[in-house]
């Protein structure tokens, strides 16, 4: 079984930075593709970044390229995602999912965290 956990979401400022942390437990990440979603009130949920098993391929949203990167330290069997110049539009719940691949079904899911952006 493997677990994810979030951490690291928070109320910031517009052009403020957030770096979210997700945490595996129950087996080691090398085997998975880590990706993360975020979900809007009112909104579908949808994809913000991923990154291959080994972190060598990794892509992004359209709305988050040149703000966002994501990470992975498979040592420390935990994923990151550096947010930096966060918008309004940003705000949302964030989720850790791990998947085979990145264009593959979901294998699991974090419980998410909230990432707030406003004045």
């Known amino acids: 079984q493997l677990q994810l956990v979030e951490s690291g979401g928070g109320l910031v400022q517009p052009g403020g930075s957030l770096r979210l942390s997700c945490a595996a437990s129950g087996l080691s990440l090398d085997h998975y593709a880590l990706g993360w979603f975020r979900q809007a009130p009112g909104k579908e949920r949808e994809g913000v970044s991923c990154?291959?098993?080994?972190?060598?391929?990794?892509n992004y949203a359209d709305s988050v390229k040149g703000r966002f990167t994501i990470s992975r330290d498979n040592a420390k069997n935990t994923v990151y995602l550096q947010m930096n110049n966060l918008k309004p539009e940003d705000t949302g719940v964030y989720f850790c999912?791990?998947?085979?691949?990145?264009?593959?079904?979901?294998?699991?899911w974090g419980q998410g965290t909230q990432v707030t952006v406003s004045s």
């Open positions: 999912a791990a998947r085979y691949y990145c264009s593959s079904t979901v294998y699991s």
């Open positions: 990154i291959s098993n080994r972190g060598g391929i990794s």
